[in-house]
């Protein structure tokens, strides 16, 4: 089916096909084969489905599976139960963003209480994305500020404000926090005036180390199915090579402190503080990326705003912290 340009916006059900390869559950393998040889195949089948007597998905059936198992096995026993569904009430560009995280060549279109509606495969993703390939490059330049490119376009201007300041609200609140925060440890700061000179690139690096491992998050979604396995031992790798990085800043960083104030206190704090923040950092980063895509929300317009601003919390709270302690 060919997609016409400009319809990110328009019902999925408007482009699924209904000649998808629908299976009984209750049937056997043999049963299963003798169906689809009097039935026979739609002209682009991938995935054999299988729902239960009221047509509800309840699985999907590898090919190689169905053709391998023996002919008394039943189709419930071999099925794959979790299965990658795109709800009817999704547009174009929601099952384009699936196709991209899933990587599937086809996924199922289900209503509201489960029945299977028709299948979506990848030719609608790689025809819809031949069209917008020359604007994705400018929508990357708007998404690291929380603003994607259609929200703005041609729109009124109360709607270019909303979509403009809405995610700039988190930037607004985050640095409220940290000056409350900076109140808060004033007497640290009075104390050792050195440190307060060393604040905004503590904060640089924060916000360095987060955008890092945000982009790599976002990347891993977009390559990866996002597991729990997957999330702990990415994770873990980020979080090593920043603590990596951020000891190598820390010795650097309190070299110089050290050889400027002759201060050890301030040394050692200036050193773990950075150490901690940068470690945390690399934590926000790279996981609000996967909580906003288990909430399934606009993960790289959203992520962006709201890892920084948590960055940037965290890290004076980790640097004054680890402060205060110390002197």
């Not at 419930?76 to 990587?103: G, K, Q």
């Not at 809405?166 to 440190?195: D, M, P, R, Y």
């Amino acid at each position: 089916m060919a997609i016409a340009k400009h319809n990110l916006d328009e019902p999925i059900t408007r482009h699924m096909r209904t000649d998808f390869a629908a299976i009984k559950d209750t049937y056997t393998v043999g049963e299963t084969l003798s169906f689809i040889r009097v039935q026979g195949l739609g002209e682009q089948i991938v995935y054999f489905y299988a729902i239960d007597k009221e047509d509800k998905l309840v699985g999907v059936v590898p090919t190689r599976r169905l053709l391998m198992s023996p002919l008394e096995r039943k189709i419930s026993e071999i099925m794959e139960r979790r299965v990658v569904s795109v709800p009817d009430t999704f547009t174009v560009f929601d099952a384009c963003e699936f196709f991209v995280l899933y990587r599937f060549m086809a996924l199922p279109v289900v209503a509201a209480g489960g029945r299977m509606l028709g299948v979506v495969d990848v030719k609608l993703y790689a025809e819809e994305m031949f069209d917008i390939s020359e604007r994705e490059h400018v929508d990357r330049l708007f998404e690291s500020l929380g603003i994607r490119l259609s929200q703005i376009k041609n729109a009124p201007l109360s709607k270019r404000f909303q979509a403009r300041f809405s995610w700039l609200l988190a930037t607004v609140v985050s640095g409220i926090t940290c000056a409350l925060l900076a109140g808060v440890f004033q007497k640290t700061l009075v104390e050792s005036v050195v440190l307060s000179f060393f604040l905004a690139m503590v904060l640089g690096l924060g916000e360095s180390v987060c955008v890092q491992a945000l982009s790599l998050s976002i990347e891993g979604l977009h390559q990866s199915k996002p597991r729990l396995k997957w999330f702990l031992v990415n994770l873990w790798r980020e979080v090593a090579v920043s603590f990596c990085m951020g000891v190598c800043a820390a010795l650097l960083a309190g070299g110089f402190s050290y050889v400027w104030n002759r201060h050890i206190g301030t040394t050692i704090a200036l050193v773990l503080g950075i150490i901690c923040a940068v470690s945390a950092a690399a934590i926000i980063g790279f996981s609000i990326p996967v909580l906003l895509h288990r909430l399934r929300l606009d993960l790289k317009i959203a992520s962006g705003p709201v890892a920084l601003a948590l960055a940037d919390v965290v890290t004076i709270i980790f640097y004054l912290s680890a402060a205060a302690t110390i002197m």
